[in-house]
C-alpha cells in the first residue's frame, strides 16, 4: 500500500512558476510509475505527466509540454512537478497518483491505483 499526499500548490499570476511535491510513504516506492493528474471544476480528471520506476523516462500531455517538469527522488520518496510559465487554464486541483507497472504513457486515470488528496492550484489572469 502507498500513501500520497501533495504539497506546494497555491494561488499565482499569469506567467509566475509553481512547485508541487508528493510524499509518498510505503517501500515500494521506487518500483511505482508515477504521474500528475488534475481535475478544474466540472471537467474531468486529465493526464498531466508521468515518470517511469528510475525517473529517466517521462511523458506529458500536450497542454503542458515544455512548460512542467516531472521528476522524482526515490531515496526521499518524493514526486515533483515544476510549473513554470502557468495559464489561467492551469487551474485546477493537482492529484499525485502511482501505480505498479511501469507504463508512463497511461493516461487513463481509472487505470492508476494510489491517488493523494489533490492541492489547488489558481492561476489569476
Known amino acids: 500500500q502507498v500513501q500520497l499526499v501533495e504539497s506546494g500548490g497555491g494561488l499565482v499570476q499569469a506567467g509566475a512558476s509553481l512547485r508541487l511535491s508528493c510524499a509518498a510513504s510505503?517501500?515500494?516506492?521506487?518500483?511505482?510509475?508515477m504521474g500528475w493528474f488534475r481535475q478544474a471544476p466540472e471537467k474531468e480528471r486529465e493526464f498531466v505527466a508521468a515518470i517511469s520506476w528510475t525517473g529517466g523516462s517521462a511523458h506529458y500531455a500536450d497542454s503542458v509540454q515544455g512548460r512542467f517538469t516531472i521528476s522524482r527522488d526515490n531515496a526521499k520518496n518524493t514526486l515533483y512537478l515544476q510549473m513554470n510559465s502557468l495559464k489561467p487554464e492551469d487551474t485546477a486541483v493537482y492529484y499525485c497518483a502511482g501505480d505498479v507497472t511501469n507504463n508512463y504513457y497511461n493516461t487513463r486515470a481509472k487505470d492508476w491505483r494510489y491517488w493523494g488528496q489533490g492541492t489547488q492550484v489558481t492561476v489569476s489572469s
Open positions: 510505503g517501500r515500494t516506492f521506487s518500483r511505482n510509475v
